[in-house]
């Protein structure tokens, strides 16, 4: 399953999302805040997201997921909105009767959601500026 | 016609506001769309090389036709995770 939240991410209630009695593997990614991004130093982050489309595009990269590879559960669940340091912007839960294919799910999903889900950060640094984060653009 | 486009992160912010509404020739292309948004709202023109244009919440190529009824968005580099 699959969700955006403006509420801090719980985890364990992630977990229990994709627990099951066939798993013999469960593998859980946390993207948390970081202070420091190239020497800058972050306060804190917002998020925003095209709603319709990254819920569209999530469930997509679900079901391709569990297309690629023998899994128990998925669980994807994204933090909108405003984050401090060291909070999940987005946990990532998959289990699987073995543990290759749920660290290969887990990297997969990650790697793919960066690339296509509508979602984007904005950096509020320490010295009071701002800047959406665009890779590969120079804004 | 006319066409609204949504606008979200640094393109919201150069224009100030989450919609605009672009003047097309009726069957205009998305690489017609993308030189109308260049010349009417020159804020983006530099950021329109880098993204990607959204109808009805799939990403399209330059060759897809725009009609009034579809829901266009500009979708800068993203950045979740």
Redesign the interface.
């Known amino acids: 399953m699959i969700s955006l939240t403006q509420e801090p991410i719980d985890p364990s209630a992630v977990l229990a999302q994709v627990a099951s009695h066939d798993a013999g593997a469960v593998v859980l990614f946390l ?1 948390t805040t970081r202070e420091f991004t190239q020497g800058r130093r972050t306060a804190s982050l917002d ?4 709603p ?3 819920e ?2 999530l469930a997509e990269l679900e079901a391709e997921t569990r297309r690629r590879w023998p899994l128990t559960g998925c669980s994807i669940i ?1 933090r909108l909105g405003h984050l401090e340091l060291g909070e999940a ?2 946990a990532i839960a998959v289990s699987s009767p073995h543990r290759a294919a749920a660290f290969a799910a887990g990297q997969w999903l ?1 790697d793919t ?10 950096e509020n640094w320490a010295d009071g500026t701002t800047e ?6 120079e ?1 | 016609m006319n066409v609204a486009v949504k606008l979200f992160a640094v393109a919201r912010q150069r224009i100030g506001s989450s919609t605009i509404e672009v003047e097309l020739p009726a069957g205009a292309t998305v690489a017609k769309l993308r030189s109308a948004l260049a010349e009417q709202f020159p804020p983006l023109a530099d950021i329109l090389p880098h993204t990607r244009i959204a109808v009805s919440n799939e990403y399209v190529t330059d060759t897809t036709t725009i009609t009034t009824t579809t829901e266009i968005a500009l979708i800068p580099p993203v950045s979740g995770g």
């Open positions: 993207g998020y925003e997201c095209y319709q489309m990254a569209q595009k994204h912007s987005i990650i959601i960066k690339e296509v889900v509508p979602i984007w950060k904005c959406w984060v665009h890779p590969g653009m804004s």
